[in-house]
């Protein structure tokens, strides 16, 4: 195949080859389950839910895998908070992931690894780092030995004398015991000021629970082998994550854990990276209060996956949020997009030439999508592309429409399959376009206080004026309606309406 990706390893778009003809292996870093998702986690799930889809479309088989960290000192935390149990927490808060990311037409991963369910795994990973010499056991924990692993460091491109001079000045009982201070926890061992309550696991070490790096490398060698195609997750986890995953997986097993790591960038607020610990977030589920969740994936396209996208939003005199203006953007290019797909469905058979040739600027278009995408994902790129597709086809239908118009059966299969593509690589144009456009109506009617029923009968009214030529009064309800923000849209098909 022809994609090429930025290669964090390497610092360069490469050419990707799966290792195995015809099938490629992806594991993305999933969600700690401690809270609702924010819009800068969404991210995560739509740029590789583009990567997944552009590598099925492009013929190959694709094992994907996603995990959930359900055992982790914030969702610890949060329990105690709340005074709920932290496995039930984690189960609540790993439900309403899930549905958040259904709303986005991200397609679920093939498994879905939770830390709960490795733990087998981890320890065995430990033991087997143990016997390697490349960790030790200190009083109940266990932590990696930076020092016994050469590569340390070839992810995020540090030294470990500059991590050694950095750490200098802590001094806590946890550095006490690190050979080096860039050593890491494998296995945590409960604490003697640990509460009643706290959930911990039987381990060679002593009861305890492992630590945040560990895991993932355990599952991704559960669930792709040793050694696999693409490692993805956000920029933020390079390091020490990402770096340290390297790190213990390579030194147990021999073999390059992933031959290419791909890293998202940041959703910024005010410039800054979006974030739980900065209180600077927005969950998702507070977007989808605005807009319709399919805005917020298109707004995630709009800028290159490895760029910062900043994010803008409005407030009300008391504070509360009424809006975020490029996601609403997003929506309307989104009614753009529905509105064509009705207007392709709805044109009359006689309106059809079953032998014309096909639209010439309409034939190529799923090769041009491909390329886009192909380009290091360049979604913007591929926006472009459905942006002239959408005038194409919409030129089309405006010349179907005309007296004695038609439109060739062969540019109609055309455009529809180029939608179907759009569908199928960028997740995008798969809801029912008619309840979209009535969903985004209604939300803004409310938002106006306009009562739909009222703009119904004025149209019901506007009808019968039309019926007995009183053309006066017909337009009279015609402006009195635009004046109220309705834009009226006539067709041979009847009356429907809209609100800008």
């Not at 930076?146 to 950095?166: I, M, N, P, T």
């Not at 977030?281 to 507070?286: D, H, I, S, V």
């Not at 910062?308 to 809006?323: E, I, M, Q, R, Y």
């Not at 058979?349 to 190529?364: F, N, T, Y």
Request: charged share 30%.
């Amino acid at each position: 195949m022809a994609l090429r990706l930025h290669n964090t390893l390497t610092d360069r778009v490469e050419p990707f080859t799966p290792s195995e003809p015809g099938h490629a292996g992806v594991y993305v870093c999933g969600p700690t389950v401690y809270d609702y998702a924010h819009i800068g986690h969404m991210r995560v799930n739509v740029v590789y839910d583009v990567l997944v889809r552009h590598l099925r479309e492009s013929g190959l088989s694709v094992k994907y895998v996603r995990n959930v960290t359900d055992i982790d000192d914030k969702i610890i935390k949060r329990a105690a908070e709340v005074g709920e149990d932290p496995a039930a927490l984690a189960r609540r808060f790993t439900d309403a992931y899930t549905e958040d990311t259904a709303k986005l037409f991200c397609v679920p991963p093939d498994v879905e690894p939770k830390v709960t369910e490795h733990l087998d795994e981890i320890r065995a990973l430990v033991t087997r780092l143990i016997e390697k010499k490349a960790a030790y056991a200190v009083d109940g924990d266990v932590y990696f030995d930076v020092q016994a692993f050469a590569g340390y460091g070839k992810l995020s491109h540090r030294k470990l004398d500059d991590l050694e001079a950095g750490a200098s000045g802590r001094v806590g009982e946890e550095e006490k015991k690190k050979r080096h201070p860039a050593d890491f926890a494998l296995w945590k061992g409960v604490k003697a000021d640990a509460k009643a309550g706290e959930p911990s696991w039987p381990s060679p070490w002593g009861a305890g629970r492992p630590g945040w790096h560990i895991e993932c490398s355990a599952m991704c060698m559960r669930h792709l082998g040793e050694s696999f195609d693409i490692h993805g997750g956000g920029l933020d986890l390079v390091f020490p994550h990402h770096e340290n995953e390297i790190a213990q997986s390579e030194a147990a097993s021999g073999k390059q854990l992933a031959r290419m790591w791909v890293h998202n960038g940041f959703i910024e607020v005010n410039k800054e990276k979006m974030s739980k610990s900065l209180g600077n977030f927005f969950t998702a589920r507070e977007c989808f209060r605005c807009v319709e969740p399919e805005a917020l994936r298109y707004f995630m396209f709009t800028t290159h996956y490895r760029a910062p996208l900043s994010l803008d939003w409005t407030l009300d005199d008391k504070g509360a949020v009424t809006g975020f203006p490029q996601i609403e953007d997003g929506e309307r290019r989104l009614e753009y997009l529905y509105s064509t797909l009705l207007r392709i469905a709805q044109i009359p058979a006689e309106r059809i030439d079953p032998q014309g040739p096909v639209d010439k600027d309409l034939a190529g278009f799923s090769d041009v999508l491909a390329r886009s995408l192909d380009d290091d994902l360049n979604m913007p790129a591929a926006l472009a592309v459905v942006a002239e597709l959408l005038k194409r086809v919409n030129d089309a239908c405006d010349v179907a429409a005309r007296k004695n118009g038609r439109i060739t059966r062969a540019t109609l299969d055309v455009s529809k399959h180029a939608f179907s593509m759009i569908g199928r690589r960028l997740g995008i144009g798969l809801d029912d376009a008619r309840a979209f456009l009535r969903r985004v109506r209604s939300r803004r009617a409310a938002a106006r206080g306009l009562a739909e029923s009222d703009v119904e009968a004025r149209l019901v009214a506007r009808i019968e004026a039309r019926k007995s030529r009183d053309f006066a009064r017909a337009d009279a309800i015609r402006n009195e309606l635009v004046a109220r923000g309705v834009e009226l849209m006539d067709s041979p098909e009847g009356t429907d309406w809209r609100l800008p």
